[in-house]
């Protein structure tokens, strides 16, 4: 229904546009000395429209670029908080797997990563919100206690094996 709407707006555009272009018979003089230039009407609107349109381009664009350190700096600290979660899951993966030697490594680059995201909104040029260093605080003790737990579990398992290689 939108898309109708746009196409019957954009069709009573063309439509007064051609109607008003047609039969417009008025002209503007510019004055610059020792210079004079006669236009029409309509050639002095769709200059005016193109320069605007230029003007706004411009300022897009050179907005865009000044943008562009914090779009990289968003886009690096989704790239990190990716990282950390996919970290997360196969610790805890390798938990339930029983894979202990793995589970601790995965804790161990998810503690890295925490500190890492850390140390880094302690910093005054990365102003973060106290949510977000809540945040990291709270994976950062996760990591801790599923780096302890895979390797209690790594500790129990060899004596599992010593148990039974004794018996």
């Not at 664009?61 to 996919?86: C, F, G, N």
Request: with cysteine; glycine share 0%.
């Amino acid at each position: 229904m939108r898309s109708a709407l746009w196409i019957l707006i954009l069709f009573a555009a063309a439509v007064a546009a051609a109607l008003f272009l047609n039969s417009n018979r008025a002209t503007i003089t510019l004055f610059w000395q020792p210079y004079r230039m006669d236009m029409s009407l309509n050639l002095f609107l769709l200059l005016l429209v193109t320069a605007f349109a230029a003007c706004a381009l411009v300022i897009y664009a050179l907005t865009s670029v000044w943008r562009m350190p914090t779009e990289a700096k968003i886009w690096r600290e989704y790239r990190h908080d990716v990282a950390a979660h996919q970290s997360l899951v196969r610790t805890v993966e390798a938990l339930s797997q029983g894979d202990w030697q793995e589970a601790e490594e995965e804790a161990l680059r998810l503690q890295q990563l925490s500190q890492t995201a850390l140390s880094q909104e302690h910093h005054p040029a990365h102003a973060h919100t106290a949510k977000e260093v809540q945040e990291h605080q709270r994976l950062l003790a996760l990591s801790y206690w599923l780096e302890k737990e895979s390797r209690r579990a790594k500790r129990e398992s060899r004596l599992d094996i010593d148990s039974e290689s004794l018996s």
